[in-house]
């Protein structure tokens, strides 16, 4: 049997409708995401260093713009971070 999943349950992302885009800035310091964005992309190539809901520190390695990266962080560090232009999408 076919598994079913009824998508009106995650919200209107996945069906493929962006509700938000936000511009994340580092330059600072580290950036504490407020709601839950599901997708990162960047504008320029580089790390994305994060730390994940349940408090684990990890680097996306060598992200590329124009890729949309579906992975959700609770912070966006900057150390570690070396990618700019970087986007959070739900």
Do not use: N
């Not at 076919?2 to 349950?9: C, F, M, N, V």
């Not at 962080?73 to 990618?83: D, K, N, S």
């Amino acid at each position: 049997m076919a598994r079913t999943d009824d998508i009106s349950l995650y919200g209107s992302w996945a069906q493929g409708v962006l509700e938000k885009i936000i511009s994340v800035d580092v330059s600072a310091g580290d950036v504490v995401v407020e709601g839950l964005y599901r997708i990162i992309m960047v504008t320029t190539a580089g790390d994305v260093a994060i730390t994940q809901h349940d408090g684990a520190d990890e680097v996306l390695p060598a992200l590329q713009p124009g890729v949309q990266y579906v992975f959700s962080a609770a912070t966006i560090r900057q150390t570690g971070t070396v990618a700019t232009g970087i986007k959070l999408l739900r």
